[in-house]
């Protein structure tokens, strides 16, 4: 007869923190996919705008200059890129 080996379950404490880990992460992930759907849509919103206004406006530079104002807000903390690159 041979014997079923006993398999060592994981004591309370650390089968908490496992879980806990884990919702963080799913937390963190589901703030990241918020984020970006928000960036999406104001991406959205400011090309259609800038669509329908760029034919109302006589000086299309100042459109184009009120347009990357907008885009430049959907991601602050991505700096610019340099000159040249």
């Not at 080996?5 to 963080?24: F, Q, R």
């Not at 034919?55 to 347009?67: G, H, P, S, V």
């Amino acid at each position: 007869m041979t014997k079923t080996p006993i398999v060592k379950m994981p004591s309370y404490g650390k089968m908490l923190s496992i879980v806990s880990k884990a919702n963080d992460r799913t937390k963190a992930e589901k703030a990241r996919a918020d984020a970006a759907e928000a960036r999406e849509q104001r991406l959205k919103e400011a090309a259609q705008s800038a669509w329908i206004s760029l034919d109302a406006w006589d000086n299309r530079q100042a459109a184009m200059r009120t347009l990357e104002n907008v885009l430049s807000t959907l991601y602050p903390d991505t700096p610019a890129p340099k000159e040249g690159e």
